[in-house]
């Protein structure tokens, strides 16, 4: 009897197989089709959170690889609408990792990392940020900032919620020791 394949299951084995390795490298952690930033370490998400030149760097190599768009370092070489697609990837998992922070340390709820695995993350980035609206988490309604954040949500939520982006990166740090 034949095995029915889905075609997204295929692509995202196949992505995280051609980054595994670059990850496991990095991390000393395993990649796989179904690992979510829910499920990564602290010392890694804090890594990935503070986002410095090497990080940034790893994240564009990471997304090259994911998206099958050549070797690591190949960005500068790339047309113009492929940087185009991975600079909206690192942009989108960049917030997805600070809002992982963010809810690791109990301030919001509601965002796609929640849900969807690294590797879709990246590939399928434009579908899953269409899907949640607004592009930003909900602070928990237990914060003292809640009523705050209701009245400003559809102004300036965003702005409001990435205020907490600093605190937020200082208490994880604290918490991890």
Avoid: C
């Avoid at 010392?43 to 190599?61: N, P």
């Avoid at 922070?101 to 990246?122: F, S, T």
Wanted: avoid cysteine; aromatic fraction near 8%.
């Amino acid at each position: 009897m034949a095995k029915i394949l889905d075609i997204n299951d295929f692509q995202t084995e196949k992505a995280a197989h051609r980054v595994g390795s670059l990850w496991r490298d990095r991390f000393n952690e395993p990649l796989s089709a179904r690992i979510r930033l829910t499920d990564v370490s602290d010392r890694t998400l804090m890594e990935l959170a503070l986002l410095s030149r090497d990080t940034a760097s790893f994240l564009y190599d990471l997304i090259l690889g994911i998206l099958d768009l050549g070797p690591a370092g190949g960005f500068d070489a790339l047309p113009t609408s492929e940087k185009m697609r991975v600079l909206d990837a690192h942009l989108f998992l960049v917030d997805q990792v600070r809002w992982e922070v963010l809810g690791r340390v109990g301030l919001v709820q509601g965002y796609a990392a929640e849900e969807h695995p690294l590797i879709d993350l990246v590939l399928h980035q434009a579908r899953i940020r269409a899907s949640f609206q607004p592009p930003f988490p909900r602070l928990k309604e237990t914060h003292p900032a809640y009523p705050e954040f209701v009245k400003r949500e559809k102004i300036d939520g965003e702005t409001m919620i990435r205020g907490f982006i600093p605190t937020a990166l200082a208490a994880f740090g604290a918490r991890m020791g």
